[in-house]
Structure formats: C-alpha cells, structure tokens
C-alpha cells in the first residue's frame, strides 16, 4: 500500500508550521508571527516509531473570506483533505474556541475524514484545564501540545501512528532528477508546475511573491521519477525587507544547491533582465545543468524571425554561457512545457557524462595543432594530458609545465573545443590546471 499521508489543517496562526517543523524535526515551512505565512501545502516523508508517513502542512483555513489569497488557501486545503488519510485539526489554547474553529470542525465532521484534535500551545499543566472547552468542537477527545516547546509531542505522535492506516509502504522509485523551477516573482513558475502536474498543486494568483516557500512535487514522466521544486520568486537583494521574504530566498538559495538542473524562467513580455541573468549565473556558479524557459509566449506577436531576435538578445547578454538551451513555452496553453522536461532530462545526462581518458588525450592533441598554447614569457607552455576527475559538474585536469600560462582566452578555447567534440549541452563545466610533477 501506499505510504500513508498525514494532513495538519486550521485557522491561521495555530502554529501548523510550527507542529509540522516539530514533528519532521527539521525546519522546512517558514515561520512567522504573521497569519497567513504558510499560503501552499508542503510535503515531507517523516517516520515514528518505526512507521514513515507523509506529512502536509497546510495554509490557513478561513472558510469564507472573499480575500484573494485565503480563497486560494481554502481551496489547497480541501485538496489536502481529498488526499490525507488522517486528518490534524490544530486549534490554540490560548485563544480558546473561534467562529473559525467551529466553522471548521463542522467541514471536517461532514467530509468523513478521519481527524485528531489537537489544541496547541498548551505550555505547562496549568493549561490542561482548557483542554475541556475544546470537547464542544465534536470531534473526540482533544490532545493537548506545545509544538514550540515540544511538550506532549512524543504522546500525541503516537496517538498519530495508532490512527494511521496499517500495513508496509513499498519503496519509493529512484528519483532520477532534482528539477527546481527559478525566476523572478511572477514569471510563471507555479504555473509551469501546475500545467505538468495537471492540478492546482501550488497557488497561482497575478500578484507576485505568491510562491513563499520551496516546495517539492515528485512526478513521474515517461517511466522515470522527478522531483519538481517550485520556489520563492528570486529578487533582488536590497528588495528583501520582510522576515518572510529574508527565509524564502535563503530556501530557495538552498534549493539551487539540491537541485540538479535549474529551470530558469523568464517572462517573454518583458526579455531579459539583470535579475534574470543574475539568478542564471547563479545556478551555473554552482555547477547545476540550466535550461531557460522564455514563458508567456503566447502573449507575444511573432513572426518567423521573433525567436532567433529573443535568443541572439539573451546569448549576447550571457556571452560566456551561450551553451544554454532557450525554450519559449507556455505554461497557460501548456505549449512545450513537456519538452522542457525532456531537454532537462538530456542536461541532466551530460551533468553526469564522464568521458573516457584515452579519448580526452586525442581530442587535446588535435586542440593543440590547431591552436598551441601563446609561451609564458620566454617558456614555452607545454600541456601533457588530461583527465575528467568528477562529474556533476564535470571537472577536467589539465597537467602542463606552467599552469600560471593559461590565460583566460585559452581556456576558453580549450572549452569550446571541448563543448565541439563532446556536448555537455547545458552544463557548466570546469577547467583545471596543475602542474606536472618531473
């Protein structure tokens, strides 16, 4: 069976991203004193007492505002009721019951769903009493947590596991590929992940910064596993002021770092930016296969010539990393968004590329007939061989006599030749030089 799926649900500021950080004992859901911080659902695979599950951490629940934002999270909640197999309606105790709450214990008794109350912030024994208002809600024996402090934790996660489902989940399929989905705020990076998926998984609004959070989605495409991270809109550094927007963009920092391909997007109706070169070279700074996805495409008027205009634009303003694939898609019409998978997959694969030594000496003797090292002062630059010694990214060697002798416009050459004779399509590559022992 399945792996079962754990879902946290309640009015806003209850602490659900709190409980949620508590419980998976790592902090992934951002944290905040502000209501309405955790906007999408997000996933983590925990385990306790020997039991893995899926836990999901839900946006606040406001049954009936008409405001924006709360409509979007009602409607990630009920997804996450659809979904869960378990059900953790959190409430406070130091606020007692609310409207709210009762609005939504009756939601909760209606859809059938298998839940445990939880009344948070029960910080010592003397809250305890409270714990008997809670009882009116309907829904059972109420379980009293800090999940700040971490007081009744142990108990009620074993109240958790006797709930769930039994029977083994069978093991996960290999992820082939760590796919995060950058851009600046509102180029359509939810968007793009709701189109692969086929469902709202994430909020998608026009108000930019919808997307606070990194979040992980794994899909499985043409036989094989990914896992998309759709992530906080990247913006400048001097425009992040708020608390919120300080953690979003050190997780999405952190999402570049375990990614394996980026893909960057950028919004057509507006080229390329500063911003947008700047979170490219990023990626590409830290070694990850990059694919630009140029979106809203269908927003512009095109004629035979517009794409070719859109790519000499981008490859003038990047130079050095004109070896990035550019593809204009959709992610409303859906127009090639499933091939920007594909050529992610292909980056990947030459993320991964290890050429054979023998093969890499053959192809540095032709390089150096046609264009031998410039001398080094009065030394004449001699490079004896070469090696690949990692991949993901690849790193070659380079052994020569004066490595203090290769300039930059060599080394560019030498990685052209490289790129010529063996790919490594999308992928940043490393050159290193080191001397040859005698």
Same mark, same amino acid.
């Not at 409980?19 to 911080?37: E, M, S, T």
């Given at each position: 069976?399945?792996?079962?799926?754990?879902?946290?649900?309640?009015?806003?500021?209850?602490?659900?991203?709190?409980?949620?950080?508590?419980?998976?004992?790592?902090?992934?859901?951002?944290?905040?004193?502000?209501?309405?911080?955790?906007?999408?659902?997000?996933?983590?695979?925990?385990?306790?007492?020997?039991?893995?599950?899926?836990?999901?951490?839900?946006?606040?629940?406001?049954?009936?505002?008409?405001?924006?934002?709360?409509?979007?999270?009602?409607?990630?909640?009920?997804?996450?009721?659809?979904?869960?197999?378990?059900?953790?309606?959190?409430?406070?105790?130091?606020?007692?019951?609310?409207?709210?709450?009762?609005?939504?214990?009756?939601?909760?008794?209606?859809? !059938?769903?298998?839940?445990?109350?939880?009344?948070?912030?029960?910080?010592?024994?003397?809250?305890?009493?409270?714990?008997?208002?809670?009882?009116?809600?309907?829904?059972?024996?109420?379980?009293?947590?800090?999940?700040?402090?971490?007081?009744?934790?142990?108990?009620?996660?074993?109240?958790?596991?006797?709930?769930?489902?039994?029977?083994?989940?069978?093991?996960?399929?290999?992820?082939?590929?760590?796919?995060?989905?950058? !851009?600046?705020? $509102?180029?359509?990076?939810?968007?793009?992940?709701?189109?692969?998926?086929?469902?709202?998984?994430?909020?998608?609004?026009?108000?930019? !910064?919808?997307?606070?959070?990194?979040?992980?989605?794994?899909?499985?495409?043409?036989?094989?596993?990914?896992?998309?991270?759709?992530?906080?809109?990247?913006?400048?550094?001097?425009?992040?002021?708020?608390?919120?927007?300080?953690?979003?963009?050190?997780?999405?920092? $952190?999402?570049?770092?375990?990614?394996?391909?980026?893909?960057?997007?950028?919004?057509?109706?507006?080229?390329?930016?500063?911003?947008?070169?700047?979170?490219?070279?990023?990626?590409?700074?830290?070694?990850?296969?990059?694919?630009?996805?140029? $979106?809203?495409?269908?927003?512009?008027?095109?004629?035979?010539?517009?794409?070719?205009?859109?790519?000499?634009?981008?490859?003038?303003?990047?130079?050095?990393?004109?070896?990035?694939?550019?593809?204009?898609?959709?992610?409303?019409?859906?127009?090639?968004?499933?091939?920007?998978?594909?050529?992610?997959?292909?980056?990947?694969?030459?993320?991964?590329?290890?050429?054979?030594?023998?093969?890499?000496?053959?192809?540095?003797?032709?390089?150096?007939?046609?264009?031998?090292?410039?001398?080094?002062?009065?030394?004449?630059?001699?490079?004896?061989?070469?090696?690949?010694?990692?991949?993901?990214?690849?790193?070659?060697?380079?052994?020569?006599?004066?490595?203090?002798?290769?300039?930059?416009?060599?080394? $560019?050459?030498?990685?052209?030749?490289?790129?010529?004779?063996? !790919?490594?399509?999308?992928?940043?590559?490393?050159?290193?030089?080191?001397?040859?022992?005698?």
């Amino acid at each position: 069976m399945k792996k079962p799926i754990v879902a946290i649900v309640g009015r806003p500021n209850v602490g659900k991203s709190t409980l949620f950080n508590r419980i998976i004992r790592k902090r992934v859901a951002i944290v905040d004193d502000q209501p309405g911080v955790t906007r999408d659902r997000h996933y983590a695979t925990t385990d306790w007492a020997g039991v893995d599950f899926d836990l999901l951490d839900t946006g606040g629940y406001v049954p009936s505002s008409n405001d924006i934002f709360e409509q979007a999270i009602r409607k990630q909640v009920n997804y996450a009721l659809y979904e869960a197999d378990l059900v953790i309606f959190l409430t406070d105790a130091t606020t007692g019951i609310t409207p709210l709450d009762i609005d939504i214990a009756e939601i909760l008794q209606k859809s !059938g769903k298998k839940t445990l109350l939880v009344v948070n912030k029960v910080d010592n024994e003397h809250r305890e009493d409270e714990l008997y208002d809670f009882f009116q809600l309907g829904l059972g024996d109420p379980l009293g947590v800090s999940a700040i402090g971490g007081r009744a934790v142990g108990d009620f996660l074993d109240r958790v596991v006797e709930l769930l489902p039994k029977g083994a989940a069978p093991k996960e399929q290999e992820v082939s590929l760590k796919l995060a989905i950058l !851009g600046r705020p $509102n180029v359509g990076k939810s968007s793009f992940v709701n189109a692969v998926l086929g469902q709202d998984k994430m909020i998608v609004t026009e108000i930019a !910064g919808t997307t606070r959070d990194s979040i992980d989605t794994r899909v499985h495409y043409q036989g094989r596993s990914l896992i998309l991270i759709d992530t906080a809109g990247l913006r400048k550094r001097a425009r992040v002021n708020e608390n919120i927007e300080f953690f979003s963009t050190v997780r999405t920092g $952190n999402a570049i770092e375990r990614c394996d391909v980026a893909v960057v997007m950028i919004d057509a109706t507006e080229l390329m930016t500063d911003q947008d070169k700047t979170i490219i070279m990023t990626a590409a700074d830290l070694g990850k296969g990059v694919v630009i996805a140029v $979106n809203k495409w269908d927003l512009i008027e095109k004629d035979s010539l517009t794409a070719r205009r859109f790519e000499k634009d981008m490859q003038d303003k990047l130079r050095d990393l004109n070896f990035l694939p550019i593809m204009f898609i959709s992610a409303l019409t859906k127009q090639r968004i499933y091939k920007v998978l594909e050529v992610a997959f292909s980056v990947h694969e030459e993320r991964m590329k290890r050429l054979v030594t023998a093969d890499l000496n053959r192809w540095l003797q032709e390089a150096i007939e046609q264009h031998h090292p410039p001398a080094f002062g009065t030394k004449w630059v001699k490079i004896n061989y070469v090696t690949q010694t990692k991949i993901s990214p690849p790193l070659f060697i380079f052994f020569t006599n004066e490595p203090k002798g290769i300039k930059k416009n060599y080394r $560019n050459y030498l990685e052209n030749k490289l790129r010529e004779q063996f !790919g490594f399509f999308g992928v940043p590559i490393r050159l290193a030089f080191r001397r040859k022992n005698k």
